[in-house]
T-cell receptor, first 112, second 113 residues
Framework: DTAVSQTPKYLVTQMGNDKSIKCEQNLGHDTMYWYKQDSKKFLKIMFSYNNKELIINETVPNRFSPKSPDKAHLNLHINSLELGDSAVYFC???????????FGQGTRLTVV | GDSVTQMEGPVTLSEEAFLTINCTYTATGYPSLFWYVQYPGEGLQLLLKATKADDKGSNKGFEATYRKETTSFHLEKGSVQVSDSAVYFCALTGSSNTGKLIFGQGTTLQVKP
């Protein structure tokens, strides 16, 4: 049983397209996150949701829109994709009051 | 703001060598500290953690001690294996108490037989 699962694992798309990445966790956690890992492997938080409510929204272009239909799911929709959006996107989850986060396998997005 | 600094990589060691990866941090308040590991082509896995000063986290032969006086959380292992080859990330929870993790830049470890 995968604890935090993301789909797809790989995504290759053309500039200007719109794409979504889905994330689901079966750990019963109430907080979910999206992190971006750039080509130098640096990781930075993008968004966080707690019980479907947006908690963290770092300086991210508004072409990126997270959606949390319930506390087990957090999807990331990206409009008008640009070359600079190429990265690995990680979903993670944690329980409120518990410090450790569990990460998914990542989605490698390549914009051509 | 809060930040984490790790030693530059890559680190290349022979099997059974001693490993140290340095990590220092800047934070307000009392963050929790973590080491995560990313094996090639995989996601991040929590390796160990420490939640308060002088705590020692340990797992799979790796250890790190939360040193408030030196604001450090250095990762050590007495005898590395080829299977330890991976990217290691030091991280802390930000001061905002939102669960947000702030990561260091990662250190690539390559262990040769």
């Amino acid at each position: 049983d995968t604890a935090v699962s993301q789909t797809p694992k790989y995504l290759v798309t053309q500039m200007g397209n719109d794409k979504s990445i889905k994330c689901e966790q079966n750990l019963g956690h109430d907080t979910m996150y999206w992190y971006k890992q750039d080509s130098k492997k640096f990781l930075k938080i993008m968004f966080s949701y707690n019980n479907k409510e947006l908690i963290i929204n770092e300086t991210v272009p508004n072409r990126f829109s997270p959606k949390s239909p319930d506390k087990a799911h957090l999807n990331l929709h990206i409009n008008s994709l640009e070359l600079g959006d190429s990265a690995v996107y990680f979903c993670a989850s944690s329980r409120t009051g518990v410090t450790e986060a569990f990460f998914g396998q990542g989605t490698r997005l390549t914009v051509v | 703001g809060d930040s984490v600094t790790q030693m530059e990589g890559p680190v290349t060691l022979s099997e059974e060598a001693f490993l140290t990866i340095n990590c220092t941090y800047t934070a307000t308040g009392y963050p929790s500290l973590f080491w995560y590991v990313q094996y090639p082509g995989e996601g991040l896995q929590l390796l160990l953690k420490a939640t308060k000063a002088d705590d020692k986290g340990s797992n799979k032969g790796f250890e790190a001690t939360y040193r408030k006086e030196t604001t450090s959380f250095h990762l050590e292992k007495g005898s590395v294996q080829v299977s330890d080859s991976a990217v290691y990330f030091c991280a802390l929870t930000g001061s905002s108490n939102t669960g947000k993790l702030i990561f260091g830049q990662g250190t690539t470890l390559q262990v040769k037989p």
